[in-house]
């Protein structure tokens, strides 16, 4: 794929064919021929090969998505940008991707009750051998009950107190009935019980209650009244443990943020060109301060979205507004523009602030979309009397669609120019339906 070494070798070939005296247009034509492989080419075998595997692939997402999505993600667990695609397109196709159980999970992927279940392999600081005892203890009992049984079960030469806790962090225990906080309290006091249990096992020493039905439901440990992580911790954790958020995404709740202010994503700022300005939103994984050569100090960091991942670079200006947010790890909007002349693109922001202010920091145009069948004159009355009560400088306009699918735009007057707000929104969207009101 060197066009400049293929031109050198023309001379050479048509010198060679004149030697053997083989006909001058058919040698220039079979030449002409190899010369466009110097650029990017497929023999017609390769094509063929690549289109039945095409094919193939296709066939398999389209039939069989979670045997398909199951062998996809197992196959990339090293990359997460990869991973967080393959998750979001299985949300997107209302797949339910559930985090590794101890009771259903193999050491893979696997399908179970129509859900994709993630496998235990995919838990840090878990080791073939840890899993190994874990499915075989299973398949012993049938089913864990409790925290309880899975300590007394799996072998505790072969799982140390890590690999409880990622098992719990990640939610590979929520089977067991047991809150995630209130087992990570217990944990320490049942891996002791499941220590001493095996230990006289080993010895051939029974307990005097062994003669006696257990009933798993009672908890000498009761954590029913620990208090469980909240949602942002829960995540956070999980995270930790897995490398991926599972059961929810920071970002989930903030659907209507992303449609209204966001332009663009980790997976489609490659294609907006270099310069090209973009708004993006996500959560700062991480953060690598930096020194410029005048000694301010700025910041790289990587903003992680329901698609992967990005670089984004933060100058002194900025970058000493923001240093608390990053700590915080909460949801973020950057505004800049995109910097494609190195390897991987990058973003360079030039402004950032909590995904959640977003409304306080829109500037730009507010567009009202009315349906005018069966519009009265008094929703009319009732749509200016909220702008005027949430006056600011937002151009904003009224768009009608007529029942034959024309169309009309309106520009309001000054005076009710709005500030977007919660208040606001839910108001229009009360009055004329969900999705009534656009931020462009």
Request: glycine residues 6%; negative net charge; hydrophobic residues 35%.
């Amino acid at each position: 794929k060197k066009v400049e070494e293929m031109a050198a070798q023309r001379e050479k070939f048509m010198n060679g064919t004149r030697a053997k005296k083989f006909d001058e247009k058919k040698s220039e034509k079979i030449f002409n021929l190899m010369e466009k492989f110097a650029g990017y080419g497929f023999n017609k075998s390769h094509s063929a090969a690549y289109a039945q595997i095409s094919y193939q692939t296709a066939y398999l997402k389209a039939h069989y998505p979670l045997e398909f999505f199951g062998a996809l993600i197992t196959s990339d667990m090293d990359n997460t940008d990869k991973v967080l695609r393959y998750i979001h397109d299985c949300r997107e196709m209302k797949i339910t991707v559930q985090p590794p159980d101890v009771n259903l999970s193999d050491h893979d992927f696997s399908v179970c009750d129509n859900k994709l279940v993630f496998g235990l392999g995919a838990i840090k600081n878990i080791g073939s051998k840890a899993i190994d005892s874990i499915i075989q203890a299973r398949e012993n009992l049938t089913r864990f009950e409790s925290l309880e049984q899975l300590c007394e079960g799996v072998d505790m030469q072969l799982a140390n107190k890590r690999v409880f806790e990622n098992l719990i962090k990640s939610g590979a225990c929520d089977s067991l009935g047991q809150s995630r906080a209130g087992m990570m309290n217990d944990l320490q006091a049942r891996m002791e019980q499941g220590q001493a249990k095996q230990r006289d096992e080993k010895v051939g020493q029974s307990s005097m209650f062994d003669s006696f039905e257990v009933d798993t439901g009672e908890n000498s440990f009761s954590s029913s009244s620990f208090e469980e992580w909240s949602d942002g911790d829960r995540l956070k954790l999980e995270k930790e443990s897995i490398g991926f958020y599972i059961t929810g995404h920071p970002l989930d709740g903030f659907t209507q943020e992303l449609s209204w202010f966001t332009d663009a994503t980790s997976a489609t700022i490659a294609e907006a060109g270099n310069r090209k300005a973009v708004s993006l939103a996500g959560i700062p994984i991480k953060h690598l301060p930096k020194t410029t050569r005048k000694g301010d100090k700025m910041g790289i960091i990587t903003l992680e979205d329901l698609q992967g991942s990005i670089e984004v670079i933060l100058w002194p200006e900025i970058y000493s507004q923001v240093q608390d947010l990053l700590i915080e790890e909460a949801p973020l909007l950057v505004k800049g523009e995109v910097d494609s002349e190195g390897t991987l693109p990058k973003v360079i922001a030039r402004e950032v602030f909590p995904l959640a202010d977003a409304k306080q920091h829109f500037h730009g145009q507010v567009m009202i979309h009315f349906r005018t069948l069966g519009l009265e004159r008094e929703t009319l009355l009732a749509v200016k009397e909220i702008l005027a009560s949430h006056t600011g400088k937002n151009e904003t306009r009224l768009h009608f669609i007529f029942p034959d699918n024309k169309e009309r735009i309106v520009t309001v007057a000054p005076e009710l120019r709005i500030h977007p707000s919660d208040d606001v929104i839910q108001k229009i969207q009360t009055l004329l339906g969900e999705d009534s009101i656009l931020f462009e």
